[in-house]
């Protein structure tokens, strides 16, 4: 019988990550005696100690948006049964799509190719940084210290707990493509409890190799930012996965026919995603194969198939309520009324 482990009510969700005025004694967080990386070494070391090693389950509410030219013209949503894997392998998470939906897409066919864009949940849970670490280093630590330089924030108060941040950046641009950002460690225990990062897509015409295997022929797809939040909640001495949030906002040109070397248009676009954990239990994943998320397909493909009863104004009141301070967009997402 699975053993619930905790689970969060919905419309107290209001205060989970909001960053709230902080009494001016507990901002007094005295550095670590030790250099910045030799404290982000020690929290990678530390996984076992501070996240789950057995797998366990998470009730999640997931959200994906496509914005051209600053309107929606694409909005998915999905309830989704995730199936996290220890923290001392790399093993992959699981997802079962339990209901989803969307708006009608106001696509055309020269969206076509911004779909292949759209984030989905496994790319969601690929932030989860702690398990996966920084991206061109594994949990190495001498490969760490050699691509990326690692310097001291100001601390950061967050949702009650005080944390010590530590900000790093690619060591040596223009090499390998990485990404840089702020690590929030909690200096008692070591535990990454926040993390953002943007990966340096900027001014690199190989950027859109992240997330496209070529560029089309007819198209010039050029990468603007891409950033990432990813969030953990505490219970009982141990952090859980809580939100991960994406943003990729990139540029479209169309190619002259006539003259390869002008673009005939050039369209903006903004992919978001946001995934929240509702709830978690202690167990391992199972789910009918018919519902299993693979990791390239489209959410899109599960819309309309469950006759399951879906309470989607909790999703919105989740999401919202969640991202609505300190995420990467100052206002709640748009969504599905």
């Not at 967050?158 to 390998?176: A, H, K, L, M, W």
């Not at 225990?189 to 560029?215: P, T, W």
């Not at 009982?236 to 673009?263: A, C, Q």
């Not at 005939?264 to 018919?290: C, I």
Request: aromatic share 12%.
């Amino acid at each position: 019988m699975k053993t619930r482990i905790f689970s969060t009510l919905i419309f107290f969700l209001v205060t989970v990550y909001a960053f709230s005025s902080a009494p001016e004694s507990s901002l007094r967080i005295s550095l670590p005696d030790q250099n910045a990386f030799s404290l982000v070494r020690e929290a990678f070391a530390k996984i076992s100690d501070n996240y789950p090693c057995d797998n366990y389950l998470i009730d999640g509410f997931y959200r994906e948006s496509i914005i051209r030219d600053g309107y929606a013209i694409s909005i998915n949503e999905a309830i989704l049964g995730i199936g996290k894997t220890s923290y001392n392998n790399y093993i992959s998470d699981k997802v079962e799509v339990k209901n989803a939906r969307s708006t009608t897409p106001l696509l055309t066919s020269g969206d076509s190719v911004i779909l292949t864009l759209q984030a989905g949940p496994y790319s969601a849970l690929m932030t989860d940084i702690v398990k996966k670490s920084l991206p061109g280093a594994g949990r190495n630590s001498e490969l760490l210290n050699d691509k990326y330089m690692f310097w001291y924030g100001d601390p950061e108060y967050i949702n009650g707990t005080s944390f010590v941040t530590v900000i790093f950046d690619q060591r040596y641009p223009g090499e390998e493509l990485l990404c840089r950002g702020k690590i929030f460690i909690e200096p008692q225990s070591k535990a990454i409890g926040r993390i953002e990062f943007c990966m340096n897509v900027e001014k690199r015409a190989d950027s859109y190799k992240l997330f496209i295997k070529k560029n089309p022929a007819s198209m010039d797809i050029i990468f603007n930012t891409a950033k990432y939040i990813v969030n953990y909640r505490e219970n009982m001495g141990k952090w859980f996965l809580s939100t991960s949030e994406s943003e990729i906002d990139f540029t479209v040109n169309r190619i002259n026919k006539s003259d390869r070397k002008k673009y005939s248009s050039s369209t903006d676009y903004s992919v978001k995603s946001q995934l929240a954990a509702a709830s978690y239990t202690a167990g391992n994943f199972k789910a009918d194969k018919r519902d299993i998320l693979k990791e390239n397909q489209q959410l899109s493909e599960f819309i309309g198939k469950s006759s399951k009863p879906a309470r989607w104004d909790i999703l919105n009141v989740t999401l919202d309520r969640l991202f609505a301070q300190k995420s990467l967009s100052p206002k709640p997402d748009v969504h599905i009324n």
